[in-house]
């Protein structure tokens, strides 16, 4: 059997994040090799996620993070909120964010294959698996490239959002406010040209029915219907919202106190609780 030294046992934990135990076993079975080690932790992260893989991960941590002109947002998913909670797990979600920030990948999928820690990210988040004993899903991922970004994190990391800006340079505050407002108000679309026909119809649909259910005259209900489709534009494209900071200007009136020109280009949110 290979002597195993306790700096050897450490400098694997370190690697893999694995336990003392695991590390020392996985060593004495390689025989002090480091790569057949990692591969043997590997392995049981693979033996771990296939036996919970009926289980569903609807815990975990959303974050997002920017830098120059760039913005990337992911959901790293597990089972409870204990481990959701945990330093080791969140550092790997950080890990992840960090990764996306710099390469902003195409697509989920993208992002699941780059390289980190010497392995592609979804063979990373299987060898955690078995570290953690949990479930572990990349949820979600996407990205904002701007003139400018802001990110927001709710206290609880259970919700994020992205917000790109048509100009660089402007105040800080500003972006933050704009992405607390994204994560507060989780508005459907920019403004009501970005609105789905279907969200349209469906608002239509709604309008008509109740104008129809309170008695309203027949030849009066589609104009109520688009009454109250205006309103829907109104509360729930982010230009039109009422500021959360002042209800008495709207979300593209508090930036046009900062510069006529300034704008949104476009803005993510993602929540756990969906």
Same mark, same amino acid.
Request: proline content about 2%.
């Given at each position: 059997m290979a002597q195993i030294t306790a700096s050897e046992v450490n400098k694997l934990r370190k690697m893999t994040g694995a336990g003392m135990m695991?590390?020392?076993? =996985?060593?004495?079975? =390689?025989?002090?090799?480091?790569d057949k080690a990692q591969q043997i932790i590997r392995e049981k992260g693979m033996a771990v996620a296939n036996k919970r893989s009926d289980r569903e991960a609807s815990e975990g941590v959303v974050l997002a993070k920017s830098s120059d002109k760039k913005g990337a947002?992911?959901?790293l998913n597990c089972e409870t909120d204990f481990v959701a909670k945990n330093a080791d797990f969140v550092a790997l979600a950080e890990k992840i964010l960090d990764l996306a920030l710099e390469n902003l990948p195409a697509?989920?999928? =993208? *992002?699941?294959?780059?390289d980190i820690d010497g392995m592609k990210v979804a063979e990373k988040i299987v060898e955690q698996t078995g570290v953690i004993g949990e479930k572990l899903d990349l949820k979600y991922f996407d990205k904002v490239e701007a003139d400018q970004v802001a990110a927001y994190i709710h206290s609880d990391k259970k919700l994020a959002t992205l917000v790109g800006l048509n100009k660089s340079g402007v105040e800080e505050q500003i972006g933050k406010d704009i992405a607390m407002q994204v994560a507060a108000m989780d508005p459907v679309a920019l403004n009501k040209d970005q609105v789905s026909q279907e969200d349209i119809d469906k608002e239509l649909e709604i309008g008509?029915?109740?104008?129809?259910?309170?008695?309203?005259?027949?030849? *009066?209900?589609d104009k109520i219907a688009q009454g109250k489709l205006g309103k829907f534009f109104k509360e729930n494209t982010l230009?039109?919202?009422s500021f959360i900071k002042d209800n008495k200007m709207t979300v593209d009136q508090y930036l046009k106190q900062a510069d006529k020109d300034l704008t949104i280009t476009e803005f993510k949110r993602f929540s756990i609780k969906q």
């Open positions: 695991d590390c020392k076993k =996985a060593l004495v079975e =390689a025989e002090g090799d480091f947002i992911i959901s697509d989920l999928e =993208a *992002l699941n294959n780059m008509r029915n109740q104008a129809l259910a309170e008695g309203k005259p027949a030849d *009066l209900v230009l039109s919202q």
